[in-house]
Nanobody, 125 residues
Framework: QVQLVESGGGLVQAGGSLRLSCAASGRTFSRHTVGWFRQAPGKEREFVAA????????YYADSVKGRFTISRDNAKNTAYLQMNNLKAEDTAVYYCAADPNVIAAATSVGAYNYWGQGTQVTVSS
């Protein structure tokens, strides 16, 4: 079991950058796939990016490809989401999630059992 804490959110102008961090407790984080999801007001939670524990395969939503980069540092028990060229439509609460059994279903909200509390990202236009 892992516990996740996100940080790094904030207010940024359109075109700017932010880096979100997801710090995990637990010794088995390196064997958990990590996903980033976001939820805007009145909308369902949606997939943003994921990185598998095996081979570090990455997945991205089409809306963020080329702008966001997911990475992980297992030695620090931390995953990151680098967000560049932010747009107003990226405004949302961003959540990280982890699960040891997720590989093929890495883009599915329902596949993850462990979630952080979320961090707000607001992009002003």
């Amino acid at each position: 079991q892992v516990q996740l804490v996100e940080s790094g959110g904030g207010l940024v102008q359109a075109g700017g950058s932010l880096r979100l961090s997801c710090a995990a407790s637990g010794r088995t984080f390196s064997r958990h796939t990590v996903g980033w999801f976001r939820q805007a007001p009145g909308k369902e939670r949606e997939f943003v990016a994921a990185i598998t524990w095996s081979f570090g395969i990455t997945y991205y939503a089409d809306s963020v490809k080329g702008r966001f980069t997911i990475s992980r540092d297992n030695a620090k028990n931390t995953a990151y989401l680098q967000m560049n060229n932010l747009k107003a439509e990226d405004t949302a609460v961003y959540y990280c999630a982890a699960d040891p059994n997720v590989i093929a279903a890495a883009t599915s909200v329902g596949a993850y059992n462990y979630w952080g509390q979320g961090t707000q990202v607001t992009v002003s236009s």
